[in-house]
């Protein structure tokens, strides 16, 4: 059974840093492409970063884009998503997902920016 736990979730100021990882167990990690993605209620999801199998093809919605960095370890079969300069409509629950060649979810953790 595949799981994906997410962690690092916090209460965090603007201007401030946090590290999201995300476990991956049940899973060959190695052979599936990536994604963090943010939901806040009421709201779709949105898409935020995704790397592909091999780290090597990686994107970023526009307004993360220079202060995200997503990122992953296929040996420890873990995502990260650093995040820095965080701005309030940065709060919302970060999710991981495994998107191809078959989509899973996590549960997510919870962000949020403010003073």
């Known amino acids: 059974q595949v799981h994906l736990v997410e962690s690092g979730g916090a209460l965090v100021q603007p201007g401030g840093s946090l590290r999201l990882s995300c476990a991956a167990s049940?899973?060959?990690?190695?052979?599936?492409?990536m994604a963090w993605y943010r939901q806040v209620p009421g709201n779709q999801r949105e898409l935020v970063a995704s790397?592909?199998?091999?780290?090597?093809?990686?994107d970023y919605v526009p307004s993360a884009k220079g202060r995200f960095t997503i990122s992953r370890d296929n040996i420890k079969k873990a995502l990260y998503l650093q995040m820095n300069s965080l701005k309030p409509e940065d709060t919302a629950t970060y999710l991981c997902?495994?998107?191809?060649?078959?989509?899973?979810w996590g549960r997510g953790t919870q962000v949020t920016v403010s003073s």
């Open positions: 049940g899973m060959e990690f190695s052979v599936y492409d």
């Open positions: 997902a495994a998107t191809y060649p078959y989509e899973y």
């Open positions: 790397i592909d199998h091999g780290g090597t093809e990686i």
